[in-house]
């Protein structure tokens, strides 16, 4: 493994916050990395930081100090719009809501991306259907979000994350909002499709018994991130 370059790898990463006069220190160096085809817990107290350290590892916030890379290639000196191409083509986000938009099917909430990547329409749709039928949705591709149910509309933001084929998956609490049952069903779908893939993934969870199926388990505690 040392042979290859991670996936993601992040270095001396620290992110503070202002609250009123206080400084708050959320990251205080943080290292870490992914390999292609590794799954990661990332495991903490709430408040502990797991949502800003993936939005720093995302390019969505810059941090204060620190560099992070993504398949090898350095980040955090690109300007804005480079920032946004990065994300675009090789980041795969999952978030505990969502975000599908309401008033387009789930065929259209999954070609979304490649859309806007500037692929034509008809075969954004084509690839969107492939990704839904990967998740078990064939049938409901014309199916607006209201129509799905919670462990459905998850299943399409995967779908969706996956769209443009992404180095990286970043996933908050992608099981937060479902019980019990269907959060170990689209768990497991997840698990499947980063592993076929070849995909890695970094995962912030509160569910040890899900953090428990992945291949390693980080610990964020004082800005700071430790192996179990």
């Known amino acids: 493994m040392s042979e290859e370059v991670a996936a993601l790898a992040v270095d001396g990463i620290r992110r503070s916050f202002k609250q009123g006069a206080a400084t708050l220190e959320i990251l205080q160096g943080v290292r870490l990395a992914v390999w292609p085809g590794e799954i990661v817990a990332l495991v903490g107290p709430s408040g502990a930081g797991k949502s800003t350290l993936l939005h720093v590892a995302g390019l969505l916030e810059r941090p ?5 890379w993504i398949g090898g290639e350095a980040m955090t000196g690109l300007n804005e719009n480079q920032r946004t191409a990065a994300r675009r083509q090789r980041i795969g986000f999952v978030y505990q809501h ?8 789930a065929l259209e909430n999954v070609a979304m991306p490649r859309i806007i990547a500037g692929e034509s329409k008809a075969g954004a749709l084509r690839h ?8 078990g949705l064939a049938s409901r591709a014309d ?9 459905e509309q998850q299943r399409v933001a995967i779908a969706r ?3 443009n084929a992404p180095q990286m998956l970043l996933a908050d609490e992608p099981t937060g909002n479902l ?3 269907t959060a ?4 497991a779908l997840l698990l499947d499709l980063c592993r076929r893939k070849r995909l890695a993934a970094l995962v912030a969870t509160h569910n040890l018994e899900l953090a428990g199926r992945m ?6 505690k004082d800005g700071v991130v430790a192996e179990d």
Not at 64 to 68: L, R
Not at 98 to 105: D, K, M
């Open 64 to 68: 204060d100090e620190g560099q992070v």
């Open 98 to 105: 969502h975000h599908l938009l309401a008033e387009f099917s």
């Open 128 to 135: 969107g259907a492939a990704l839904l039928e990967a998740v």
């Open 143 to 151: 199916h607006r979000p209201a129509e799905l149910s919670g462990g």
């Open 161 to 163: 994350a996956l769209a």
């Open 179 to 181: 019980d019990h049952a």
């Open 184 to 187: 170990g069903t689209v768990f």
């Open 215 to 220: 291949d390693r388990i980080l610990r964020l």
